[in-house]
């Protein structure tokens, strides 16, 4: 079965400082991988998306991740992190390509807390 | 272009009591999607709408959830009756079309509180 882990549940990173957030997945199949981003209150919004060719994608808000197929990975990283990057992140794997369903496998979340 | 629109924000309501929530999808969305968000937890697909037929709902209590997409645009998910483990953020989602490669884009969500 499909499915995703975010194995840190909280991070506090200083302003200014680089980020890496984890994710690991599992998937029978090549995986379309996700990362979205949640503020308080808001819904998710798409930071990038990776469905097959260069392994290292950009997304907004100057984030990228790289997919590692041999470590079954997909993490998230920026080089310098601001205080308004502070929100919750999820990994998430397409499930059902091509299928009946498309639909999308969350990871459980990591919280990022920025300090001044 | 308007984004997903989901109301009510909040709702609290007793256990055993019934709720509705109403979901917008951007225009020309064929596909919608609700699922749930359990405080702690990542979202769960409860069902996937293409069009004003279902796709997936092997996931929805189907013994007291509900939803419908009666015109192929509008949704509505009903809870009846609530218990205390449906307290959640529901967020409805629509993409135009149901392949993965397809961005989803998200609503501000529902929190329920059932008390």
């Known amino acids: 079965a499909q499915s995703v882990t975010q194995p840190d549940i909280h991070i506090t990173v200083s302003e200014g400082a680089s980020l890496e957030l984890r994710c690991n997945y599992s998937y029978g199949a090549t995986p379309y991988l996700f990362w979205y981003v949640q503020s308080p209150g808001q819904g998710l919004q798409l930071l990038l998306k990776y469905f097959s060719g260069d392994t290292l994608v950009q997304g907004i808000k100057g984030f990228e991740a790289e997919f590692k197929r041999s470590q079954s990975s997909f993490n998230l990283r920026k080089p310098s992190v601001h205080w308004s990057d502070a929100a919750e992140y999820f990994c998430a794997v397409g499930a059902g390509y091509g299928g009946a369903t498309n639909k999308l496998i969350f990871g459980t979340g990591t919280l990022l807390a920025v300090q001044p | 272009e308007a984004g997903v629109a989901q109301s009510p924000r909040y709702k609290i309501i007793e256990k055993r009591q019934s709720v509705a929530f109403w979901c917008n999808p951007i225009s020309g969305h064929a596909t919608l999607y609700w699922y749930q968000q359990i405080l702690g937890q990542g979202p769960k697909l409860l069902i996937q709408?293409?069009?004003?037929?279902?796709?997936?709902d092997s996931q929805l209590p189907k013994d007291r959830f509900s939803a419908e997409r009666l015109k192929g645009v509008d949704s509505t998910l009903k809870i009846q009756p609530a218990k205390l483990e449906d307290s959640a953020v529901y967020l409805c989602?629509?993409?135009?079309?149901?392949?993965?490669?397809?961005?989803?884009?998200f609503g501000q969500g529902t929190r329920l509180t059932v008390v």
């Open positions: 709408f293409q069009n004003n037929g279902v796709v997936d």
């Open positions: 989602a629509s993409s135009w079309g149901r392949d993965t490669n397809t961005e989803a884009f």
